[in-house]
């Protein structure tokens, strides 16, 4: 990026939905990103611990490399930075409609990066998690089904979710990180 002023916050993955005061990223040169660059590629050229918000909205479904994107989002944000995620819901038709969907996604799909999950050996980047929501079509009927689900999001996915579809999720993950060393990487 050279010696430019990069914004402090991101839309990964922007489409044609460019906000104001972003670093709109995008791997088709035909919605006009400030940087074109394919989200596959590892490392992004751009900078570590910069950036204060990362959005990624309907783009981690269509990643070759989920771990690797959430892992090089770890590394450009700066600590305490957050990344808000939206995807569709795996029990949407909308996640198997699209054929250039490779991830199908439920609300627990990122407790992997967290501090404290068992299972988080898988990677190094460590995050918590601010929030988490799961939308429902908006239709009278799921009022009731979101309402019940909010109850317990566990039960829902594990017992539900096929016969109440939820439309898609939204995660917000805060990154934790020891240093606001430039050449960070995550913990080993």
């Known amino acids: 990026m050279g010696d430019v002023t990069l914004p402090?916050?991101?839309?990964?993955?922007?489409?044609?939905?460019?906000?104001?005061?972003?670093l709109n990223v995008d791997s088709v040169a035909t919605v006009r990103p400030d940087l074109e660059w394919n989200l596959d590629h590892f490392p992004y050229p751009l900078p570590s611990d910069h950036f204060e918000e990362i959005l990624a909205l309907d783009v981690v479904e269509h990643l070759e490399n989920l771990v690797g994107f959430v892992e090089e989002c770890w590394r450009i944000l700066q600590p305490g930075g957050t990344i808000r995620i939206t995807t569709p819901h795996y029990s949407s038709a909308n996640s198997f409609r699209d054929p250039t969907h490779r991830h199908h996604l439920g609300l627990f799909s990122f407790d992997y990066f967290t501090v404290d999950?068992?299972?988080?050996?898988y990677s190094a980047a460590r995050y918590t998690i601010v929030r988490r929501r799961l939308v429902f079509p908006p239709t009278r009927w799921n009022r009731l089904v979101a309402f019940v689900a909010r109850r317990n999001y566990r039960a829902y996915e594990d017992r539900w979710s096929?016969?109440?579809?939820?439309?898609?999720?939204?995660v917000e993950l805060r990154a934790e990180k020891m240093s606001a060393h430039p050449d960070a990487a995550p913990p080993t």
Not at 117 to 121: E, F, K, V
């Open 117 to 121: 999950h068992a299972l988080g050996h």
């Open 8 to 22: 402090r916050r991101l839309n990964l993955g922007c489409g044609r939905d460019r906000h104001e005061g972003y």
């Open 162 to 170: 096929w016969i109440f579809p939820a439309w898609f999720l939204e």
